[in-house]
């Protein structure tokens, strides 16, 4: 049986916690988390973008992964803050089901997007005779266009047959946003096709990615291991050693969350995972880039000094 329409306007998300102390502690904890999320992310794409030394595939990439990593935890964290804040946990029909089509239309993005700079290094390193005529300027932008349209047309099917199930009983959600799994229980009618096409959907886009991953890392090793000397084997892993990390934060999280069979499991861990999802890893992602990464260090030491030259100038006139 089809149904058109619901007469749900509004969900409830029992959040974290009901004690009023705890409430406030999290907003604390999440609100300086985020902002040092926005401000690590936007200084890895302002830095990206100002610096000459900056200006290759593999930072085009970076400052990329780094704005949607802005978006992704913006879908989430603001509306958490609000309710922490208020104690308001309840969320629009609409706003519900935006939230949640940005929270996988942008991290399903993540996903191809980090499988695209798995390449990039294997380009990078196994072939690098051809680099700059493989990861040409036109490739690169095609190749982060067709992420975000890729990722585009795998979240919205689900979600346009999400949107033909009326919803039963209670309207409240145990969780602290719109995730797939507490939205999927209260629907009617039998929900099997939207959580085979779910379940389908993240083996695509967290494996399929993934693989890719793994296949361009096997080959750089590969490469690597031959390399005469210990300086340039060390120098090989080193520009590979970061998105590595990102990687495994990433995919562990969202492996645990969206691939597992059983939708039954207890959704208190999950939303700890999830967390980690969408708080923790968009918080760690640009200090692991900085803090392992030469090139992006002298660059922020370069714009340090520059800018403070133009400080003491402006100063003395």
Partial sequence: MKYNETTVREFVLQGFTDVRMLQLLFFSLLFFSYLLTIIGNAAIITIAHIDHRLQTPMYFFLWNFSLLEIGFTTAIVPQTLTQLATGNKKISYIGCMLQSFLYFQLGTSEFFLLAIMSFDRYV???????YPTIMNNRICTSLVLCSWLGSFLQVIGPLMLFLQYPICGSNVLNHFFCDNTPLIKILCGDTRLLQFLGFVSAVF????????????????VKTVVRIPSATGRQKAFSTCASHFIVVSITYGSCIFLYIKPNQNSKLELGKMVAILNTMVSPLLNPFIYCLRNKQVQEAWRDALVKFTIVIKGTGKS
């Fill in 124 to 130: 990078a390193i196994c072939n690098p005779l051809h």
């Fill in 205 to 220: 886009s967290v494996l399929g990615s993934l693989s890719i991953t793994i296949v361009s890392y096997v080959n750089i």
